[in-house]
């Protein structure tokens, strides 16, 4: 099975993934010039997923904003996540994914070597889209080279399909399903189906119709609550990032209550 992999990495055939949003980093609007302090409250944050009882952790530039788009993405940045990185994999014994907006898939895979991460997340692997920072081409071809020829075989491709924050109406013909098969062809090791924006959840119908028709682990990226959590079972993991902060709010510090409540809905799924 395709999914073994994922219990062996997570420990879990189910997993929690608590997001790292960190920055703004240098190069973007908002940089405070303090490395430091952006790094102390990634590891605070780190410390407080692993001591939950979560099993992952996905470290993103979210503040970055507005994002560049891939090679645009300036090696200030990328320094700084593999600093991020490597710091955190030094805090806690959980598994590291990297993100690098907006589509800086090739930046992500050198972060997540360089760190030692075990995944990455990726937007536009297969098939075109039109985001909010603009034209997305898919990157299967250059990335999966890249990860053979960088000896980095052991970092997980995790690709969201027909992902938020974008238009896709140029594969309005193709189903969620096709897409997904097509990132599954293009040799993705995860899916991620993800709400309209974030914060805002999944379909569990959809999730449960793209489970159905791949042999890859499928997780959900966005929205995912205590009180929802329990209707999405046919996926294997839960990106969290949002519902866990102060007010539900992306950009508020972590809340350790709804942490908790997150963990006893896994516990009960």
């Not at 609007?29 to 303090?34: F, K, N, T, V």
Request: negative net charge; charged residues 20%.
């Amino acid at each position: 099975m395709e999914q073994h992999w994922f219990a062996s990495m997570f420990g879990h055939r189910s997993a929690l993934i608590g997001m790292l949003h960190v920055g703004p980093l240098p190069g973007a609007p908002g940089w405070s010039g303090d490395l430091g302090a952006i790094l102390d409250r990634a590891v605070e944050e780190a410390i407080l997923y692993q001591q939950a009882g979560f099993h992952g952790l996905l470290l993103e530039n979210m503040y970055d904003r507005p994002y560049m788009i891939g090679d645009r993405v300036g090696p200030e940045t990328v320094a700084a996540m593999a600093v991020l990185g490597h710091e955190v994999r030094r805090a806690v014994q959980l598994p590291l994914g990297i993100q690098v907006l907006a589509a800086a898939n090739q930046q992500a895979l050198a972060v997540a070597l360089a760190c030692q991460a075990s995944f990455i997340r990726v937007e536009g692997f297969a098939y075109a889209h039109v985001a909010d920072e603009g034209w997305i081409e898919g990157c299967a071809g250059q990335l999966v080279r890249s990860r053979d020829l960088w000896k980095a075989s052991h970092i997980k491709i995790l690709t969201d399909i027909k992902k938020k924050h974008s238009s896709h109406a140029i594969t309005a013909d193709l189903s969620l399903e096709e897409v997904a098969h097509g990132c599954e062809f293009c040799l993705a090791d995860g899916l991620i189906v993800t709400g309209s924006a974030t914060g805002q959840p999944a379909d569990a119908q959809e999730v449960k119709r793209v489970a159905a028709s791949t042999s890859l682990p499928v997780l959900v990226g966005s929205g995912i609550t205590p009180e929802n959590l329990g209707d999405f079972g046919a996926a294997q993991g839960f990106i969290v990032g949002s519902s866990v902060k102060q007010g539900g709010h992306w950009d508020a510090a972590l809340d350790t209550k709804q942490i908790g409540r997150l963990k006893k809905s896994w516990e009960q799924l």
